[in-house]
């Protein structure tokens, strides 16, 4: 959706989901069967040991 180094991209990407209104109930569910804790969890190792730029 954007590069991770590039919080202008980040917040388009947030004003642009926000617009899009609330998540249907189906969605939802949908939502849910692919994110899991255990793949968050996951997800945030790699990138804590991806080397990325410090943004701030």
């Known amino acids: 959706m954007f590069r991770a180094d590039d ?8 004003r ?3 617009g899009l209104g609330r ?7 949908a939502a849910t069967r692919h ?3 255990e793949g968050s969890v996951d997800e945030l190792l790699a990138a804590m040991g991806a080397n990325l730029p410090v943004l701030g």
């Open 35 to 37: 994110r899991t804790a």
């Open 16 to 18: 642009t989901t926000g």
């Open 7 to 14: 919080p202008l991209a980040l917040a388009r990407t947030i």
């Open 23 to 29: 998540l249907t109930a189906e969605r939802r569910r």
